[in-house]
C-alpha cells in the first residue's frame, strides 16, 4: 500500500530556523472579485494525507481544474494519483506534457519534473513539463507552478497551500496574490507540519486562512458551484 506520507524524511534541510506566527502579520480577509477558473494547490510533509482528506469530498462537475504539486521521491507520483483517482469521484491523474487543462480533472505533477501552465490567447491551457532549473531545492516546484498560473489566469487564479516543511510556495502564492487573486492558507492546527503555509502568511499574502476541512469549501464555494439537480 502507497504510505501516506513518503515526502516525510526528504524535507528536513528545508525546515526555516524561524517563521513569525501567523498573529504577527495581518492576513487579508476581502473577496475576490473574480470567480476561480483554476487552482493551484502546494504541499509536501503531510501532503498526501491531507489530500486524502479533501480530494474525495469534491463533485465530479467541479467546473475548475486543480493543478497540485506534491513534493515526492521518485517513483511516487503515479501510484499516489491512481491511489486517488479511485477513491474520488473526480478524475485524478499524473500530468502528462502538453495535455490540455479540463474542468473536473486534477493533474499532479510527476516527480522530477516541474509543472507548469501555458495559456495563449483564445486556446486552452495546457501543462508543460520539464526539468528545469535542475538547481531548484524542489522538483517539482510549488511556486513554479502558481508563478505560471498567475501569469496565465491574472485574477482569475485561485491558490491553496496545505502543510509541509519549508518556504516552498509562498512567492507563487504572492505572485497570485499580486495579480488579484484567490489565496487560501491551511490553519497551522490541522496541519502537520506548519511551515509553507506559516511562510505565505509571514508575506502577508493570504485571503483567508481555514482548517483542512473547509478547503473543498472554499473552493466550492469561490468558483459558484450549484450541485446539479
Given amino acids: 500500500m502507497l504510505p501516506l506520507d513518503p515526502a516525510t524524511s526528504i524535507h528536513l534541510r528545508s525546515v526555516p530556523k524561524s517563521l513569525p506566527r501567523l498573529s504577527d502579520r495581518k492576513v487579508r480577509t476581502e473577496n475576490s472579485a473574480c470567480t476561480p477558473a483554476i487552482v493551484a494547490l502546494g504541499t509536501?510533509?503531510?501532503?498526501?494525507k491531507a489530500l486524502q482528506?479533501?480530494?474525495?469530498?469534491?463533485?465530479?462537475?467541479?467546473?475548475?481544474?486543480?493543478?497540485?504539486?506534491q513534493h515526492m521521491p521518485p517513483g511516487f507520483a503515479g501510484p499516489f494519483a491512481q491511489r486517488m483517482d479511485s477513491l474520488c469521484s473526480l478524475t485524478v491523474r499524473e500530468a502528462t506534457h502538453g495535455e490540455a487543462i479540463l474542468p473536473g480533472v486534477v493533474y499532479i505533477a510527476p516527480s522530477g519534473l516541474h509543472m507548469r501552465v501555458e495559456r495563449n490567447s483564445g486556446s486552452l491551457a495546457k501543462i508543460c513539463l520539464d526539468p528545469h532549473p535542475e538547481d531548484s531545492l524542489h522538483i517539482p516546484s510549488v511556486d513554479g507552478l502558481m508563478k505560471s498560473v498567475a501569469e496565465s489566469y491574472r485574477d482569475l487564479?485561485?491558490?491553496?497551500?496545505?502543510?509541509?516543511?519549508?518556504?516552498?510556495?509562498?512567492?507563487?502564492?504572492?505572485?497570485?496574490?499580486?495579480?488579484?487573486?484567490?489565496?487560501?492558507?491551511?490553519?497551522?492546527?490541522?496541519?502537520?507540519?506548519?511551515?509553507?503555509?506559516?511562510?505565505?502568511?509571514?508575506?502577508?499574502?493570504?485571503?483567508?486562512?481555514v482548517p483542512l476541512s473547509q478547503i473543498p469549501g472554499q473552493i466550492l464555494q469561490a468558483t459558484h458551484y450549484r450541485k446539479r439537480a
Fill in 157 to 209: 487564479a485561485m491558490g491553496v497551500i496545505l502543510t509541509g516543511m519549508g518556504t516552498d510556495g509562498a512567492e507563487g502564492m504572492k505572485a497570485i496574490h499580486a495579480q488579484g487573486g484567490l489565496t487560501i492558507g491551511q490553519d497551522e492546527a490541522t496541519c502537520t507540519v506548519y511551515g509553507m503555509p506559516r511562510a505565505c502568511a509571514h508575506l502577508g499574502v493570504l485571503t483567508r486562512v
Fill in 53 to 69: 482528506e479533501i480530494l474525495p469530498v469534491f463533485p465530479r462537475d467541479l467546473p475548475v481544474p486543480i493543478l497540485i504539486v
Fill in 44 to 48: 509536501s510533509t503531510g501532503g498526501p
